[in-house]
């Protein structure tokens, strides 16, 4: 056998025998899903409208409230000359018309003015007007007016009365409170019994101007009334604080 072939032989036996490395496995790949591609939605500018109303161009102007005084609040005077009144009275005491209460407006038929302030006028005969009266602070003041414009200052006095009452809520409540009381103990009908008088006073100590008799009081200012009520006979007289009644004999010299 020449050379050559038996070479061949060798190399197929050697190759045959040989182990065969097997094939490194393929590696998997993992699935990425696509990203979703966000649609922009366009923005459109708001466009703001020109010549847009002012706030004060929505303000309205209120009706003025008509005048109407306290104690008699369905009388329907001539407002003119009731404001006329009360700008004279604001002239005069340099206050603003703003603090001065309406109280109590009624008609009257004048044939002459008398007034205690000495500024008078004497109207025509049977003239027609009012009697109206103002609050300021402490006192009362009293118009007389007739035609349409012409007026006098007529009088001051204190703020008393069913003046204050009607102004001030305390001193109502405790004079209506004098009257249940007068008409309970004394059982009068109601209508019968009403405030004569009401005033403020300022008490020297805490009898409220009634002492009785072996009582020891403390000497304090205490702010209060001097209220009486009357049956139409008698007269009664009640002390106060702001809250009390204390009965006490009746006075005239304190009015």
Known sequence: MPKPLGWLLLL???VACTPQTPDAPVPTQTLIPPTVTPTVTPIVPTITPQDLPAPEDFSLTPSP???RPIINPDMTPDEAVVLLTRQDLADNTGV????????KVESRLFYTVYCSTGRQDVPR????????????????????TWDESSFVWCDIDRLRGEYLA????IAAELSALAIRRVRQQDDIEADAVVLEDVLP???QDTSLGCPQEGQ????VQIDGYRI????????YLFHTDSVQLVPCEFDRATN
């Open 12 to 14: 197929l036996v050697v």
């Open 65 to 67: 409230t008509p005048l």
């Open 96 to 103: 603003a018309v703003e603090q001065i209460q309406l109280v």
């Open 125 to 144: 005969p049977l003239s027609r007007g009012y009697e109206i009266v103002w609050a300021l602070d402490n006192q009362t003041h009293t118009y007389l």
């Open 166 to 169: 009607a102004i001030d809520p």
């Open 201 to 203: 006073v300022q008490w």
């Open 216 to 219: 020891t009081y403390s000497s």
């Open 228 to 235: 009486v009520v009357s049956d139409g006979e008698t007269s």
